[in-house]
């Protein structure tokens, strides 16, 4: 079996590293030969060094690394000449490789798989990360019922009559999407639910690194985005509410713009000595998460967010940390609750936050907690026993 999975970002881009390379490895150690096509920012000839160090790397996990330009403006003919481009290079590939499945990572990514399929024969795989045109409404950049919300719709629908198979990131996406039918379409085309799913391994549990911070101060953590959706505000000022209890340390690890970030906790109320912020590479979250006692993930309501699943409660949990979490994000809600292994926040005023957090410091002082965290993390975002396999399922699905 060979496939070509086409990513529309950078190689070096995190989302790359912790959400595209792990899946492939998995699917490569299973037997399968993978191709691997981005697009870049910034040719590699001006990364040449790291960039044949990345390559040679791929090339010992079994992945053969690809790549093309990425264009950013003007933003809508960039993205239709990469779409051409992107079917163009994948054709050319595919002469040369003979795919069997041409697997695209989100709606761009899947239309250049579409347009370059030579015959019928071969498989494309949509892969779902999201409500495409629904997140660019609810973060501002297009209009509900606009043209380019509706070109997009309208793309994304054919896309869901001619791919083979589909992967959504959470249950209530393959009812929105798909209605209730489970496993597959109502024709037969097969639908694996595999939610953001992290190695297991990466966060082995070490004693040492659960000691409390000097003082005695609750340690809460948040990792990833600061922007968009994100509600950094309503997470600090979360976080203010530990303090009747014990000092506070909440540490936040983005890619952001470090004084930007600063100036927004600031202002949110948290004083300089209760907060850090950090840039912190993918491969070291585990050892900061591992230092801190609650993860915390506040994101605006919105339709597209019933698609969402984010990687970082599934880093939480394998920490043994206890989950702080919005409602109605993914399947977030139903899990956290029944796995007692978090605390769902309903609603933003000063009391509801009070109890939460409440609530949180009882879940993170009970000795058992963080075993129970870990077990759920196995059970559902191990990348080994649940997102490598059922990727390989699916590819087994769409060729059999």
């Not at 989100?106 to 495409?132: K, P, W, Y």
């Not at 083979?164 to 639910?193: C, K, N, S």
């Not at 990687?311 to 940390?321: C, D, F, Q, R, S």
Request: net charge positive; aromatic share 8%; charged share 25%.
């Amino acid at each position: 079996m060979r496939a070509l999975y086409v990513s529309y970002f950078g190689l070096r881009q995190p989302l790359v590293q912790t959400q595209v390379l792990p899946y492939l490895r998995e699917l490569a150690r299973g037997g399968v030969d993978i191709h691997l096509l981005t697009f870049e920012p910034e040719a590699p000839p001006r990364w040449q060094a790291d960039a044949a160090r990345r390559r040679d790397e791929l090339r010992r996990h079994g992945i053969t690394w690809h790549w093309r330009r990425y264009h950013k403006r003007p933003a809508l003919p960039a993205t239709l000449w990469d779409i051409l481009a992107g079917a163009h290079a994948i054709r050319n590939l595919d002469r040369l490789h003979h795919f069997n499945i041409l697997h695209g990572r989100n709606h761009i990514a899947t239309q250049m798989c579409r347009l370059a399929r030579r015959e019928r024969s071969q498989a494309v795989i949509f892969d779902i990360r999201g409500l495409f045109a629904e997140e660019y409404v609810d973060a501002g950049l297009w209009r509900q019922g606009g043209a380019l919300f509706r070109l997009a719709k309208a793309h994304e629908r054919r896309l869901l009559r001619e791919a083979d198979g589909f992967v959504v990131l959470t249950r209530r996406a393959r009812q929105a999407l798909f209605g209730d039918g489970r496993g597959a379409t109502a024709d037969g085309r097969p639908i694996e639910v595999i939610p953001c799913c992290v190695d297991l391994d990466a966060f082995p549990d070490s004693a040492e690194d659960r000691c409390r911070a000097p003082g005695g101060s609750t340690r809460l953590v948040y990792a990833g985005s600061v922007t968009g959706l994100y509600r950094l505000g309503d997470m600090c000022r979360f976080a203010t509410h530990f303090r009747p209890s014990a000092p506070i340390n909440f540490s936040v690890f983005t890619h952001h713009d470090e004084e930007a970030t600063r100036a927004a906790i600031a202002n949110a109320g948290l004083a300089p000595h209760e907060y850090s912020v950090a840039c912190v590479e993918p491969s070291s979250i585990p050892r900061e998460l591992r230092r801190a006692h609650i993860g915390v993930s506040f994101r605006t309501e919105t339709h597209s967010q019933i698609a969402a699943s984010p990687t970082k409660i599934a880093e939480y949990l394998a920490a043994g940390l206890p989950v702080v979490s919005s409602a109605r994000v993914g399947d977030t809600d139903e899990l956290l609750s029944a796995e007692r292994v978090g605390v769902i926040v309903r609603d933003w005023d000063d009391r509801t936050l009070r109890a939460t957090a409440e609530q949180a410091s009882a879940l993170a002082l009970d000795p058992i907690t963080a075993d129970r965290c870990r077990r759920v993390a196995r059970d559902h975002f191990d990348l080994r026993t649940v997102g490598g396999p059922a990727y390989r399922r699916l590819y087994d699905r769409v060729t059999s």
